[in-house]
């Protein structure tokens, strides 16, 4: 889900919304605790020309690098996350 006007609908409001997909996949598509922490602002860097900030891999290389692979295989947060591989 895409959330374009923060405050239009709360976070609490959007993860809801998105529990019938986390019913059919069986896993949990956002995370209330991780939408709260984009929305909040302290995922947002401050100052830019941070040297610890500029030696980071920027987010748009990382897609173009990833882009061919990137929806080729289903990952599930709740099998990764919480049940012990065997």
């Known amino acids: 889900a895409i959330v374009s006007a923060p405050g239009f609908l709360s976070t ?4 809801t919304l998105s529990k019938p997909i ?8 956002l995370d209330s605790d991780d939408l709260d922490l984009l929305c909040s602002g302290l995922t ?3 100052v830019s020309d941070d040297p610890l900030i500029q030696t980071r ?3 748009m290389s990382w897609l173009e690098e990833q882009g061919p692979s990137l929806g080729k295989e289903y990952i599930s947060s709740v099998g ?4 012990s591989r065997s």
Do not use: I, N, Q
């Not at 986390?22 to 598509?29: F, H, M």
């Open 22 to 29: 986390d019913w059919l996949t069986g896993d949990v598509l």
């Open 12 to 15: 609490r409001h959007v993860t």
């Open 80 to 83: 990764r996350y919480y049940y």
């Open 44 to 46: 947002v860097a401050e």
């Open 57 to 59: 891999r920027s987010l």
